[in-house]
């Protein structure tokens, strides 16, 4: 099993829609968390981190269930913008401070 | 602030040849990391250095990589010799210890034929 696992996707969604992605990672002891835009044949740039008790930062959410070790990003009222990879990041605890990263979940919004 | 500077930006080199990436991290950040992008393996660290002191270089694939970091605000990563099989987006990012946002810079397009 892969550390941080996502859908690769792709999600095809119209302008307007609300979609939602979910991240699975393996290891228990992981403390934080995190999701991460790229942009075509860009770098990618923090979206936002995820904390225990969900935060929201306008139209986007962000959930993390530590009981069955998955995290996920709520897209609400989609732009054309919005489409992009997002992947999710999952940093350890102790010795092992890596960032983990999934291999990204492609998002395409339609006009 | 310019980011994380990489370069070159895309290179194109025949398989068996030195590659030299290179890399400015943002100024006062004290973490590097060195990343290979693929699509059929993602985002994968080769090599971190906090206070210019490499920590973690377990991702590094085989002896033909090896990275340095001379000083606070320069990093390379060597690939000799090359093969087709390095081919990838190299990122270069940087941070302050202790926060959690990395800062990439644009990457440098590899093709090794």
């Known amino acids: 099993r892969k550390e941080v696992e996502q859908d690769p996707g792709p999600f095809n969604v119209p302008e307007g829609a609300t979609v939602a992605f979910n991240c699975t990672y393996s290891n228990s002891a992981s403390q934080s968390f995190f999701w991460y835009r790229q942009d075509c044949r860009k770098e990618p740039k923090l979206l936002m981190s995820?904390?225990?008790?969900?935060n929201e930062d306008g139209r986007f959410t962000a959930q993390l269930n530590r009981a069955s070790q998955y995290i996920s990003l709520l897209i609400r009222d989609s732009k054309l913008s919005d489409s992009a990879t997002y992947l999710c990041v999952v940093k350890g605890a102790g010795n092992n401070r890596k960032l983990i990263w999934g291999l990204g979940t492609s998002l395409a919004v339609n006009p | 602030d310019a980011g994380v500077i990489q370069s070159p930006r895309h290179e194109v080199t025949e398989m068996g040849q030195e590659v030299t990436l290179r890399c400015k991290p943002i100024s006062g950040h004290n973490s590097l990391f060195w990343y290979r992008q693929t699509m059929m393996r993602g985002l994968e660290l080769l090599i971190y250095?906090?206070?210019?002191?490499?920590?973690?270089d377990s991702g590094m694939p085989e002896d033909r990589f090896s990275a340095k970091m001379p000083n606070a605000s320069f990093s390379t990563l060597k690939i000799q010799p090359s093969e087709p099989r390095d081919s990838a987006v190299y990122f270069c990012a940087s941070s302050l210890t202790g926060t959690t946002e990395a800062f990439f810079g644009q990457g440098t397009r590899l093709t090794v034929v």
């Open positions: 250095f906090n206070n210019n002191v490499p920590i973690d």
């Open positions: 995820v904390y225990s008790s969900g």
